[in-house]
């Protein structure tokens, strides 16, 4: 396992549809173990492939909340896609690790049904709200060359400082 350099903007691989994937052997593998080091040493909540340059469909995302009761999870989903989104919105507050010192205020669907499959290729449905929806919905974006400030009603600068202590995806 490897921790791998985060691109940043401009990078144009941040822009491009990144590719689904079709092959679970090992280079996908080893992508995935090297995403899961990247995101904790960043540290992050999230990470998608375009982030590492790789222009492929998997995203990493790691969670808990004890307070809300929530337990720590990991998920590593490949070629996610979204099939539903609740009509329910919700503003929030969204930093990027490729986009540095930049936050933005964002809405994002309350709840969210994603589709894809296991770091095996097995099919997996997850259904998601809160938090862990809004950061699946940013990582989601990154596969469709989309950044948070694209969507954003308002962005902010702030010190790298006060960067580090938000939760970044
Ligand atoms: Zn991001």
């Not at 994937?21 to 090297?34: A, H, M, N, R, Y």
């Not at 974006?141 to 400030?149: A, E, I, K, R, S």
Request: charged share 25%; hydrophobic share 40%.
């Amino acid at each position: 396992m490897a921790v791998r350099k985060i691109v940043v903007v401009p990078h144009p691989v941040l822009r491009q549809k990144a590719a689904r994937v079709k092959d679970f052997g090992p280079t996908l593998q080893k992508l995935i173990d090297d995403m899961i080091d990247t995101m904790r040493d960043a540290p992050g909540v999230g990470l998608a492939a375009p982030q590492v340059n790789v222009s492929r469909q998997v995203i990493v995302v790691e969670y808990e909340d004890p307070e809300a009761g929530i337990p720590h999870q990991l998920y590593t989903v490949v070629n996610p896609r979204i099939v539903s989104f609740s009509k329910e919105t919700e503003m929030g507050v969204e930093g990027c690790l490729s986009v540095p010192g930049i936050i933005g205020e964002v809405e994002r669907a309350q709840t969210i049904r994603v589709k894809g499959f296991n770091r095996h290729g097995k099919p997996l449905t997850l259904d998601l709200s809160g938090w862990v929806a809004r950061i699946f919905q940013h990582e989601i974006d990154h596969l469709n060359g989309v950044l948070f400030t694209d969507r954003a009603v308002s962005v902010e600068r702030v010190s790298p400082e006060m960067a580090a202590e938000m939760d970044r995806v």
